[in-house]
């Protein structure tokens, strides 16, 4: 595997039938990036991880100073079930550039997975990019969504 993890497209229908993905889709009208989304937090504890992002939907229109409009905000934490293998890399604060997910095509080598057995083909990869701070892949053999939109209109 290469240092392009990230860069992957997400494959639209695992994220649909994950479960939470068909609700996270349809509050930001679309499968998203999560471009410029904050990642709050990453927890790992007894073979699961979750990552918790700060969202938004950034439309075409523009307030009186000429900034895009942010709408449809929320909290959407990825909960990772099943933990095959984890590789994060940076500083704890960060800014998501993309946030991808699919199901591994390969089993990678096991030379990268020294103290585990490490992820193997068909297990669910969430990769993710940054502009600053925290980027990696996470490997599960589950996934799901927890959408928790703000409170304000959308």
């Known amino acids: 595997m290469d240092d392009d993890r990230a860069w ?38 007894a073979g699961n991880a979750s990552l918790t992002l ?23 934490v990825i909960h990772l079930r099943r933990v095959t293998g984890l590789r994060l890399t940076g500083d704890a604060g960060s800014i998501i550039s993309e946030l991808t997910i699919r199901r591994l095509p390969v089993t990678p080598s096991r030379s990268e997975w020294l103290t585990c057995n490490g992820p193997v083909q068909g297990d669910i ?18 996934a799901e969504f927890e959408l928790l939109p703000a409170n304000q209109s959308a």
């Open 54 to 76: 700060r969202a938004f939907r950034m439309t075409d229109q523009t307030d009186e100073r000429g900034y895009f409009i942010l709408d449809r905000h929320a909290q959407v």
């Open 8 to 45: 992957y497209p997400t494959d639209k229908a695992l994220f649909a039938t994950l479960p939470g993905g068909q609700a996270v889709i349809d509050w930001f009208g679309f499968c998203p990036s999560f471009h410029d989304a904050t990642l709050d937090g990453v927890a790992i504890a």
């Open 125 to 142: 990869e969430v990769a993710f990019g940054t502009s600053i701070g925290l980027y990696g892949s996470c490997y599960a053999k589950e």
